[in-house]
């Protein structure tokens, strides 16, 4: 593998934000760029050789500032949704930043999405680095995070998320890329097949923040434990697609937490592209892009509803305030650490 630096642009502050592309020896390439960690393009070639680029994004950086829709992005300090912002930690309450709808999401006004992180480049690694303060949205102690990014020449990429605090606080990291394996502009990821190694899911009020209940899969449209169209049932007339407009549900990955395990795999039958995931967390949020309208994108391409699919390893949304999930903390002298990794394939 080989990684190469290009500059990408500046930030409306006048930052310099760096692309740092990962070639493999089969001509697939990850651009990555210093702000947010985003994945500005996944390249590889489809069943005929045609190159085609597999998540949505932006051209420049200022679109990056400007639009919310997290691409490609690493998030936290703590993914995902946080009811009204607040949590206790040894009794104390405490009041994260709310930016949507009221409760905290992804990390609050400013998250790590977008942030510019601290690169460097070892043994064919792309390593970037963060220094979360104490108070950065009202999260207690100074987080230190790193994230080691890497692309085999088998086609695999992997996220390996590290991160230590000088206070006990919490701690959710992921990445927010948005798949489409025809292509990002290719339209609707309808077509595409997915399976989720996931017996249960988190029930979700009509705000998508969890009730606490872990819902059996079996006999709901939120069933892929055998592979199916994204599209087959997204529209079906069930209280939580109707909740959240589409998929955009967190699912109980089976196996041990700790242990890189299955998560899901996708398959498009118009590229020959697949993908299998797989991770050390506890859950895996699919969301189907439900609010994507008008918004434009990469080389001309404009984004509509379910163009894109994101798959979100991580804690469950909001597990802070349910004892019963697994915990998202972290204390000082304990290690955070995770791994997600993705294999890439054409089928000829």
Known sequence: MSISQTRFGKTSDGQAVDLFTLSNSSGMQVGILNYGGIVQFLKMSDKSGHALDLVLGFDSI???????????????????????????????????????????????????????????????RLILSLKSPSGDENYPGNLF??????????????????????????????????????????????????????????????????????????????????????GQRINDDYIMLRHAGGYDHNYAVRGTVGTLRDAASCYDEQSGISFKLRTTLPGVQLYTGNFLRDVPGKGGAVYQRNDGFCLETQYFPDAVNHPSFEQPIIQPGEDYHHITTIKFETQK
């Open 145 to 230: 995070v790193r994230v080691t990014h890497s692309l085999s020449d088998d086609g695999t990429f992997m996220w390996d998320y590290f991160a230590q605090t000088d206070a006990k606080t919490i701690c959710n990291l992921t990445n927010h890329s948005y798949f489409n394996l025809s292509g990002h502009n290719s339209g609707s990821v309808h077509n595409q097949v997915l399976q989720i190694e996931a017996d249960f899911f988190t029930e979700a009020d009509p705000e998508l923040i969890p009730t606490g209940n872990i819902i059996d899969v079996d006999g709901t449209p939120m069933d892929f434990r055998i592979p199916h169209k994204i």
């Open 62 to 124: 200022n679109e990056y500032e400007q639009y919310n829709e997290y691409f490609g992005a690493l998030v936290g300090r703590c993914a995902n949704r946080i009811a009204k912002g607040s949590f206790s930690l040894d009794g104390k309450k405490l009041n994260l930043n709310c930016n949507s709808k009221g409760h905290h999401l992804h990390g609050g006004n400013i998250g790590y999405s977008h942030k510019i992180w601290t690169a460097d480049v070892e043994d064919d």
